[in-house]
């Protein structure tokens, strides 16, 4: 089943960001059994030669990978998908109608996506062209993610623009336009809440980062199913501290 297939049954699903501009951290986390793996384009520094190592160490466990690009122009957009992305998460979707502009920029055609039968997508040109416009119609994922006052006051009408598979709530952000630095603040929480009730009622899946896995039944129990938590960092250093912690308590007991 495709990520998109996924995506549309609106089951809990979980994945995680990879932070490293590298193939290893993403081929170790392709052996696991996530859902799918987030390369984070936006806040980590992966140029176009570490995105395409990074969705061949993913697809080389048929592991889906979605890529989150630092903005929403064309040859952004473009090079994702060429690689072979199974979806973008695009940043700062604003309004209805800039997540529209931006949504048509995802698919071939008039004023969107260019075409070339050469890519990864495209099999290096073992896939004819209707084929090809058939999986970007089938397959591609666009997760348009919100994160400004601005989007949360639109989102009723963002969240009926064809196209878009998921709305992923960047909460840190609407954290700080919000003005405050706890993003468990009332207001933060209840422009989530929002978020997710439109998502809801427009049937649109929705998914979000949360930092705080205790809250996760609650988000789960109100209908979010993409769940894209920690990073490849994250890991590293939980599993730095709890060794940490284990040889210290081996420490006490060998001292008793």
């Known amino acids: 089943m495709s990520l998109k297939q996924s995506l549309a049954q609106k089951k809990p699903l979980i994945g995680t960001f990879i932070k490293t501009p590298h193939f ?5 986390l392709a052996h696991t059994s996530f859902d799918v793996l987030c390369l984070d384009a936006e806040h980590a520094p992966f140029d176009r030669s570490d995105l395409d190592t990074c969705v061949l160490a993913a697809k080389s466990k048929q592991m889906p ?3 989150r690009v630092p903005d929403t122009e064309n040859a952004t957009i473009l090079n994702a998908l060429d690689l072979g992305a199974d979806g973008i998460v695009l940043p700062h979707i604003l309004n209805a109608a800039h997540a529209r502009r931006v949504v048509k920029k995802c698919f071939y055609g008039p004023d969107g996506r ?3 039968g050469s890519t990864r997508f495209a099999g290096y040109t073992t896939k004819k062209l209707p084929e090809n416009l058939a999986n970007n119609q089938n397959e591609t994922c666009v997760i348009a993610q919100i994160e400004d006052l601005e989007a949360v006051n639109d989102i009723d009408a963002i969240c009926q623009v064809d196209g878009i598979d ?6 840190m952000d609407l954290t700080v336009a919000l003005e405050q630095t706890n993003a468990s603040h009332s207001e933060v929480l209840a422009a989530v809440e929002k978020v997710v009730k439109s998502a809801n009622k427009h049937g649109k899946n929705c998914g979000m980062f949360v930092g705080d896995l205790t809250e996760l039944p609650h988000w789960i129990s109100l209908g979010v199913s993409l769940f894209l938590l920690s990073s490849d960092h994250g890991f590293m250093l939980s599993g730095a501290q709890q060794l940490q912690q284990t040889f210290n308590d081996a420490i ?3 001292e008793k």
């Open 166 to 171: 998921c709305i992923f709530i960047g909460r």
């Open 65 to 67: 990978v979605v890529i």
């Open 252 to 254: 006490k007991q060998a």
């Open 24 to 28: 290893h951290n993403t081929e170790v």
């Open 114 to 116: 260019g075409y070339a």
